[in-house]
C-alpha cells in the first residue's frame, strides 16, 4: 500500500479535528473505489474533509500552538498526491460537490500529481467563473513540473485582470529567477507599467513584487526610485524601506522620508518616522513629539500602534511610562493584547517596559491553571509566558536573571519559563556569565532522563571561556552528567 495514509501519523494528524459543517451528505462517490480498502477509503474522506475546510477553528492560544488551517491543508494535498496518478480518478468524483476551497485544493493535489488528466483538469480551470477555483488554477499552473511552455505568457495576460493580477504576479515572482532575460525584461515593464498606474494597489503589487525578486532583477532600483515619487504615501515608504535594505541611493531616501513626516495623514507619519529610525536611530530621536501627538490623536487610531511601537523603542523613560499606562488603562483585552505584542518587539526597552513585562509574566503564571477564554474575554495577561520569557532574556535587562530565578522554583518542567528567556539571553550572556551561567547549569542537571538540552548548551557557549571555566568548576562537584555537559559545552565552544 503506497504511504498515502501511513505519513500522516505524527505529522498532520495530531493537529487536525473534524469539521461537522463540511460533512458529506450520503455516500461517498463510488467511481473507483473499489480499489481502496474500507480503512484506506474513510481516511481519503477525512483528508478530502481537510482540503474543504472553509476556515480556522480555534482561539488565539490555539491557532499558535498547532499547525494552521493553511498548513494542514498543504500536509494533506502532499499526502494524497503521493498516491500518484492512480489516485486522480478516485479525487475527481469529489469534485461535484459546490465546495469551493476544496475544489481549488483538488487543482493543488492534480499539480502535484502532474500527470496528462491532471493537467487537463487545470487547463479547463484557468476560466472558471468560481473565483477560488480559478485561483487555485493558477497556482497549479505555476507549480507544473516540468512547466507548460505557455505558462508564463498566460500569466503575464492575468496581469491584466485586476481580480487575478495578484495571484499571477506571485507566481510570476516564484518563477521568474529561472527565465530567460527576455522574459525577465517583459516582466520589468509589466511591473514599471503597474508602478505607473493610477491605481495605488496596483502600484502597491508592484513594488511588493521588486521586493521579493533578486536584487539584480532588472531595473529594479530605478523602479523603486519612480515608486519613491509615487503621490501615495505609504507607497513611497514602502519604497523606502526597501531602497534601505539595499542600501542605494540614501540620501533620496532620508529626503523623501523627512517630507512624509509632515504629511497631513497620521499613518504616513508614523510609517516615515519608523522608517527613518531603522535607518538610524539618530533620525528617529528628533521625531519622538511627532510620535507623542499620534498617541494623543484619537482621530489617529489607525497610527496608534505604530506610534506605540516608535516611543517603545527610542523614546524616553517618560514615554516608558506613559506606554506602561496605556496598556494598563486598555480596557479592550485584544487591543491590550496588540500593545504587549508591540513592547515585546522592543529592542532597546527602558525599565518601565521591562517591568511591565515582568509583571504580566507574573500574571500569567498565577493564571495558568484557569479555563481557558475566548478571544474577547482573555486578560492580557494570559499570553504565552515562554513568548514574554524569551523577551525578556533578548532584552537582558540586569533584573531578568532574578526574576527568572523566583518563577523558575515555582514552576516543573513541563512549563521551561526559565529555559526561553535563557535562549533569549544568548546575546547578553557575554557580558554577565557569571550571574546567568549558574541558572543555565542548574536548570541543564535538572533535566529529566540525562538529556542535555542542546539550546542550553549553545546558550552557554555564547558565554565564551568565562562560562566554560565556570562550567568546569560547577562539573566537579556533581554526578557524572555535569562531566557530559562539560565536554559538550568544551566542544561548541571551539
Not at 485586476?162 to 495571484?167: I, N, Q
Request: net charge neutral.
Amino acid at each position: 500500500m503506497p504511504r498515502l495514509f501511513v505519513m500522516l501519523v505524527g505529522i498532520i494528524a495530531p493537529g487536525l479535528v473534524s469539521f461537522p459543517e463540511f460533512a458529506f451528505a450520503g455516500s461517498p462517490p463510488a467511481t473507483g473505489d473499489a480499489s481502496l480498502s474500507p480503512q484506506a477509503l474513510e481516511r481519503l474522506q477525512f483528508l478530502v474533509g481537510v482540503l474543504g475546510t472553509e476556515r480556522e477553528f480555534c482561539d488565539m492560544d490555539d491557532c499558535n500552538e498547532g499547525p494552521s488551517l493553511r498548513e494542514r491543508q498543504d500536509a494533506a494535498i502532499a499526502d494524497l498526491a503521493g498516491f500518484g496518478p492512480a489516485i486522480v480518478p478516485i479525487l475527481k468524483p469529489y469534485w461535484k460537490y459546490e465546495n469551493s476551497r476544496l475544489r481549488a485544493n483538488l487543482l493543488r493535489v492534480f499539480a502535484r500529481i502532474g500527470d496528462a488528466a491532471s493537467r487537463q483538469m487545470i487547463f479547463s480551470m484557468l476560466s472558471s467563473r468560481d473565483y477560488h477555483v480559478r485561483q487555485g488554477a493558477i497556482e497549479s499552473l505555476a507549480s507544473l513540473d516540468p512547466l507548460p511552455a505557455d505558462a508564463v505568457p498566460r500569466l503575464m495576460r492575468l496581469l491584466e485582470e485586476e481580480d487575478f493580477a495578484g495571484t499571477a504576479l506571485e507566481q510570476l515572482v516564484r518563477l521568474a529567477p529561472a527565465q530567460k532575460p527576455a522574459t525577465q525584461q517583459t516582466l520589468a515593464k509589466k511591473l514599471r507599467a503597474m508602478i505607473q498606474s493610477n491605481k495605488s494597489g496596483k502600484s502597491y503589487e508592484a513594488v511588493k513584487a521588486l521586493g521579493a525578486l533578486p536584487p539584480d532583477f532588472p531595473d529594479a532600483t530605478p523602479m523603486l526610485l519612480l515608486a519613491l515619487q509615487h503621490p501615495d504615501a505609504l507607497l513611497q515608504v514602502e519604497a523606502a524601506k526597501l531602497l534601505t535594505l539595499r542600501n542605494a541611493h540614501t540620501d533620496t531616501v532620508v529626503s523623501t522620508l523627512q517630507k512624509l513626516t509632515q504629511n497631513p495623514d497620521a499613518h504616513a507619519r508614523a510609517m516615515a518616522i519608523s522608517q527613518l529610525g531603522e535607518f538610524d536611530a539618530s533620525l528617529a530621536r528628533p521625531h519622538l513629539p511627532t510620535a507623542r501627538s499620534i498617541l494623543a490623536d484619537p482621530k489617529a487610531q489607525s497610527a496608534h500602534f505604530l506610534a506605540f511601537q516608535f516611543l517603545a523603542r527610542w523614546g524616553t523613560p517618560e514615554d516608558g511610562r506613559l506606554l506602561v499606562e496605556l496598556v494598563n488603562s486598555q480596557a479592550d483585552a485584544y487591543q491590550r493584547q496588540l500593545l504587549i505584542n508591540g513592547l515585546m518587539q522592543v529592542k532597546e526597552p527602558g525599565p518601565e517596559v521591562i517591568s511591565l513585562l515582568g509583571t504580566l509574566l507574573r500574571a500569567y503564571s498565577e493564571d495558568r491553571n484557569r479555563p481557558r477564554m475566548s478571544r474577547k474575554n482573555r486578560p492580557a495577561g494570559n499570553e504565552p509566558r515562554t513568548k514574554i520569557a524569551q523577551a525578556l532574556g533578548t532584552m537582558g535587562h540586569p533584573g531578568t536573571v532574578e526574576l527568572l530565578r523566583a518563577l523558575e522554583r515555582e514552576h516543573d518542567e513541563k512549563l521551561p519559563v526559565a529555559k526561553a528567556a535563557l535562549i533569549g539571553l544568548q546575546g547578553p550572556v557575554k557580558d554577565a556569565p557569571e550571574e546567568i551561567v549558574p541558572l543555565l547549569l542548574d536548570r541543564a542537571h535538572r533535566d529529566k532522563d540525562e538529556v542535555l538540552d542542546a539550546e542550553i548548551v549553545q546558550t552557554l557557549a555564547h558565554g565564551g571561556p568565562r562560562a566554560v571555566q565556570l562550567t568546569q568548576e560547577w562539573s566537579t562537584r556533581g554526578p557524572e552528567r555535569r562531566k557530559r555537559l562539560l565536554a559538550k559545552l568544551q566542544e561548541t565552544a571551539r
